[in-house]
């Protein structure tokens, strides 16, 4: 009931084309939803995060669908570019318990000039 | 601010052997994390403290790991005696109460011959 599961395990996208990695969870007591950004032999870095009381986010190209009835959430990247090629990983937190992250398997993406 | 500091980058070490990763968090931010991250088990939590104080261990995979937080400055990772599948890249995060994003170091890249 811990696990996050990603999807799917890698992308390959068109410059100018959109990103789309799916996420689902089990447990309904997690409620903040960050996305990772890792380029090689970088550790990760925050990209964007998302709380339940909302449906959606927004930050320049990045946005996080979230469906809180499935218990998903997605994240698309709009114009995708050849420099938005890492591996993104979501994951899932219980804020008012304890920051542990729970992250999904990831999903490397490639996006072709 | 220079970011999580870890050290060494890259360790090599022969079976058996006792390894010890290094981590300086980012000044005034009271939470620190330990990561592990492998192809197969994507990243996995290990351990992390709060004000120093080890919260949640139950990452840590067997007796032969132990980490501690003298003070809160520094942190470190010691794996005795390590074996071949310890090798993966350890991540130090660390983050602050008032604020939800974990900022991860660069890793160190352990490999156990």
């Known amino acids: 009931q811990q696990q996050v599961k990603q999807s799917p395990q890698s992308l390959i996208v068109q410059k100018g084309g959109i990103s789309i990695i799916n996420c689902a969870y089990e447990n309904t007591a997690f409620d903040y939803f960050p996305w990772y950004q890792q380029f090689p032999g970088k550790g990760p870095a925050l990209l964007i995060a998302i709380r339940p009381d909302v449906s959606e986010k927004k930050e320049g190209r990045f946005t996080i669908s979230f469906n809180k009835s499935a218990k998903q959430f997605s994240l698309h990247i709009m114009d995708s570019q050849p420099g938005d090629s890492a591996t993104y990983f979501c994951?899932?937190?219980?804020?008012?318990?304890?920051?542990?992250?729970?992250f999904g398997s990831g999903t490397r993406l490639l996006v072709r000039p | 601010d220079a970011g999580v500091i870890q050290s060494p980058r890259h360790e090599v070490t022969e079976m058996g052997q006792e390894v010890t990763l290094r981590c300086k968090p980012i000044s005034g931010h009271d939470y620190l994390f330990w990561y592990r991250q492998t192809m197969m088990r994507g990243l996995e939590l290990l351990i992390y403290f709060n004000n120093n104080v080890p919260i949640d261990d139950s990452g840590m995979p067997e007796d032969r790991f132990s980490a501690k937080m003298p003070n809160a400055s520094f942190s470190t990772l010691k794996i005795q005696p390590s074996e071949p599948r310890d090798s993966a890249v350890y991540f130090c995060a660390t983050q602050t109460s008032a604020n939800n994003e974990q900022f991860f170091g660069p890793g160190t890249r352990l490999t156990v011959l």
């Open positions: 994951a899932a937190s219980m804020l008012d318990s304890s920051y542990k992250l729970i």
